[in-house]
């Protein structure tokens, strides 16, 4: 059965930075996309940023020239490295594998983490 154990997450005054891991717990094969989610109290989940298997980047246009999102090689663990952080920013952020195998989709799902940028 397949984990994403996320860290990184906590405390940060504004301006500061923080990086968010999330680590597979198995090898997934065939990776269509890697991303991260945040939902803020009282908001719906929305997406941060992602990285499709060929490394092409998207961006939510709130944290655009701050977050970077990135993997390691062997594509078991995704980054998000989150520079000049903002109130706003404050939510769990959630990591968010999807992969597919022929014509069966799968998505994986991590625990979240809490950051919180104080001001």
């Known amino acids: 059965q397949v984990q994403l154990v996320e860290s990184g997450g906590g405390l940060v005054q504004v301006g500061g930075s923080l990086r968010l891991s999330c680590t597979a717990s198995?090898?997934?094969?065939?990776?269509?996309?890697m991303g991260w989610y945040r939902q803020a109290p009282g908001k719906q989940r929305e997406l941060v940023a992602g990285m499709t298997s060929r490394g092409v980047t998207n961006y939510a246009d709130s944290v655009k020239g701050r977050f970077t999102i990135s993997r390691d090689s062997a594509q078991i663990t995704v980054y998000l490295q989150m520079n000049s952080l903002k109130p706003e920013d404050t939510a769990v952020y959630y990591c968010?594998?999807?992969?597919?195998?022929?014509?069966?989709?799968?998505?994986?799902w991590g625990q979240g983490t809490q950051v919180t940028v104080s001001s």
């Open positions: 968010n594998i999807k992969s597919s195998s022929g014509s069966t989709r799968f998505e994986y």
């Open positions: 198995v090898r997934i094969w065939n990776i269509n996309v």
